[in-house]
């Protein structure tokens, strides 16, 4: 009777420590995919996030008079279109 029950808790021990890990694993895939989505979020050549920040650098130059009104407005259609 006593060796039945020893084997019963080595079986639920294996399974838990199956489950555990598995687990963990999940936990540290998600994590590097959400570290390769965050870091490759704002480096695509030519996507929304470059796109923008050369609309901010535009509107910042036009504020500052650097440059005037009719090239402020062909340099923003040309990052438009």
Known sequence: MMGCETMGGGAMMAVM?????????????????????????????????????????????YARGEIDGREFRERRDTLRS
Do not use: D, K
Request: proline share 4%.
């Open 17 to 61: 420590m199956i489950v555990f890990t598995l687990l963990f694993l999940g936990l540290v895939v998600g994590g590097a995919w959400l570290l390769v989505r965050a870091v490759g979020a704002g480096r695509s050549p030519g996507g929304p996030a470059r796109s923008s920040s050369a609309l901010r650098i535009l509107e910042e130059r």
